[in-house]
């Protein structure tokens, strides 16, 4: 909480029990305000994101440009569980959208604080929203027209207006997923 990359080990974090790419990242903060964030990024907001990552693009057949565009934006979103008092004004797909908006709309500075390239709208994003999916959850997301999976324990989407996929992950899904995955791993490290 409230840290990055620069002051937590990569050893200390666990994205891959969300999605393993999200471990391969240039950039990742957690509950830090937008304007904060020393990462080159730009922006005079004060949302906080859960977690905001960013990755530029790597290429094994060159070195990496530093000075290229970001290749993509990650925003994750926890919410309290079994929380049940969504609304319309609180709801977490518009809270990404938000997070996401406000740091495209931001400019990256290179070490010697010179603008790189500006963080616009065709960057992809991705959103995810980590709770449990309770009846006023699950009505925001239906109202959202969010695809839910067969099993009912997550949703996502794309908002063409946003240019943002996102999903919505039940936590108990989440874990159960995580050991699916990664049993085999587990298994030869003969971690229980």
């Not at 060159?62 to 569980?81: A, Q």
């Not at 995810?128 to 009846?135: A, E, G, Q, S």
Request: hydrophobic share 30%; charged share 30%; glycine share 4%.
């Amino acid at each position: 909480m409230q840290s990055d990359d620069q002051e937590t080990l990569y050893s200390q974090q666990n994205l891959w029990i969300i999605d393993e790419r999200l471990t391969f990242h240039t950039y990742i903060a957690s509950d830090k305000k937008l304007s904060s964030i020393e990462s080159g990024l730009s922006v005079g907001s004060q949302k906080r994101p859960d977690l905001f990552i960013f990755d530029r693009k790597i290429s094994f057949s060159e070195p990496v440009d530093d000075e290229g565009p970001i290749n993509s934006l990650v925003v994750i979103e926890f919410k309290k569980p079994q929380r049940d008092d969504y609304t319309d004004a609180k709801n977490p797909l518009n809270q990404i959208y938000a997070q996401i908006t406000d740091i495209r709309s931001g400019t990256f500075k290179d070490d010697n604080g010179r603008p790189v390239r500006t963080a616009n709208a065709t960057i992809p994003a991705y959103g995810y929203v980590i709770c449990d999916i309770t009846p006023t959850l699950e009505k925001i997301l239906k109202d959202n027209d969010a695809m839910p999976t067969p099993n009912g324990l997550a949703y996502y989407g794309y908002n063409r207006n946003h240019q943002i996929y996102y999903e919505v992950i039940d936590y108990g899904k989440l874990v159960s997923d995580a050991k699916k995955r990664n049993r085999i791993f587990f298994e030869r490290l003969k971690i229980n």
